[in-house]
C-alpha cells in the first residue's frame, strides 16, 4: 500500500513537474512574441499579426496589444497626413507669396533706376500697392484659415437671425459693388432663424457677395435670397458673371485654385475654401450651380432651428 502511495505521489510529483515546464515554455513562448510585436511597433513593422487565443489571461493581453498597435499605426497615418498638408501648404504659400514679392521688387528697382514722368511714376506707385494689398489680403485670410482650422477660433452656433447679417455683408461690400456699378437685391424674411454663429457666417455671406462682384460684368447684378426648407436654412447669392464650367465645380472649393482666364482679377483664391471651411464646421454644407456666360448661384445650407 505505501509502495502504491509512494508510486502515486511520485506520479503527481512528475506531472506536476511537467505542467511548470510546459507552462513556463509557453509563457517564454508567448513573451518572446509580445516582444517581438514590440519590437515590430517600434520599427514601423507593417502588417503585424498576432494569433487568437481561447478567453484567457493571454488572449486579453493580446487583445490589448492589437488595439495598441491599432491606435499607433493610426496616429501614425495621421502624422503623415498631416505632414503631407503642411508641406503642401508651405509650398502654396510659397508660390502665392512669391508673385507679389517679385513685382513689388520689380517695381522698386525701377522707380530707383529710371527718370520719369510724375504720372508714370504714380503708376508704378499704385501697381506696387495693389500688390502689397495683394499680400495683406493672403495673410489675412491665411491668418484666419489657420486659426479656425487649428480650433484657435471657436465657431459657437447658436440661434441667429439671418437678416442682419446679410444686411451687414451687403454694407460690407457696397463701395466695391458702387464701383463696378453692380445692383444687389435682397430677399430675406427678418424671421427667418437658423443655428449658426452670425460672426463666421457673416464672413461666409461676404466672401460669397466679394467674389459675386469680382467676377461679374459692369453694371451686373447679384440677388440674395434666403429660404426654408424642413432641415435647412437656404442662403442663396446669385451672380450674373462668366459662370463656371461643370467640371470645375469641385475644384474651385481648393486652396488657392483660380481658373486661368480670372487670374488678372485681385484675388488669391482663399475665399471659398475658407467660406467652406465655416460652413461646414456649423453642420451645413456649400453647393453651387453655374450657367457658362449666364452666372453661377453659390448657396449656403445651415441647420434649421430643432
Not at 63 to 90: G, T, W
Not at 109 to 137: C, G, H, N, Y
Not at 281 to 305: A, K, M, Y
Request: hydrophobic content about 40%; glycine content about 6%; aromatic content about 6%.
Amino acid at each position: 500500500m505505501e509502495r502504491i502511495l509512494l508510486a502515486a505521489g511520485i506520479l503527481l510529483l512528475l506531472i506536476n513537474i511537467g505542467i511548470v515546464i510546459w507552462m513556463r515554455r509557453k509563457l517564454v513562448t508567448y513573451t518572446s512574441r509580445i516582444m517581438e510585436s514590440l519590437e515590430g511597433m517600434i520599427t514601423g513593422k507593417k502588417d503585424l499579426f498576432l494569433e487568437e487565443e481561447t478567453d484567457t489571461l493571454m488572449s486579453k493581453i493580446q487583445v490589448k496589444m492589437r488595439q495598441l498597435y491599432e491606435i499607433f499605426e493610426m496616429r501614425a497615418q495621421q502624422l503623415h497626413q498631416e505632414k503631407s498638408e503642411l508641406q503642401e501648404i508651405v509650398s502654396d504659400i510659397s508660390h502665392q507669396v512669391k508673385t507679389p514679392i517679385s513685382n513689388i521688387r520689380m517695381y522698386h528697382q525701377i522707380l530707383m533706376s529710371r527718370e520719369m514722368p510724375e504720372a508714370k511714376r504714380t503708376e508704378f506707385l499704385q501697381a506696387a500697392d495693389s500688390q502689397v494689398e495683394k499680400l495683406d489680403s493672403l495673410m489675412q485670410s491665411m491668418i484666419k484659415l489657420s486659426r479656425l482650422e487649428t480650433g484657435l477660433i471657436d465657431v459657437s452656433p447658436k440661434p441667429s437671425s439671418i437678416y442682419p447679417m446679410i444686411q451687414q455683408a451687403v454694407c460690407d461690400i457696397a463701395l466695391k459693388a458702387e464701383a463696378k456699378k453692380i445692383n444687389i437685391t435682397v430677399n430675406c424674411s427678418e424671421e427667418i432663424r437658423a443655428l449658426c454663429d452670425s460672426k463666421w457666417t457673416l464672413e461666409a455671406v461676404f466672401n460669397l457677395l466679394d467674389n459675386g462682384v469680382k467676377y461679374s460684368r459692369e453694371g451686373g447684378h447679384i440677388h440674395i435670397d434666403v429660404s426654408e426648407t424642413d432641415f435647412f436654412v437656404k442662403i442663396a447669392v446669385r451672380d450674373d458673371g462668366k459662370g463656371i464650367e461643370p467640371d470645375h465645380f469641385n475644384q474651385i472649393f481648393q486652396r488657392f485654385y483660380r481658373e486661368n482666364d480670372v487670374r488678372q482679377i485681385e484675388g488669391v483664391g482663399l475665399g471659398l475654401f475658407l467660406t467652406r471651411k465655416i460652413i461646414e464646421s456649423q453642420r451645413g454644407f456649400l453647393d453651387v450651380t453655374s450657367v457658362v456666360g449666364e452666372g453661377s448661384v453659390f448657396s449656403i445650407h445651415l441647420p434649421c432651428l430643432a
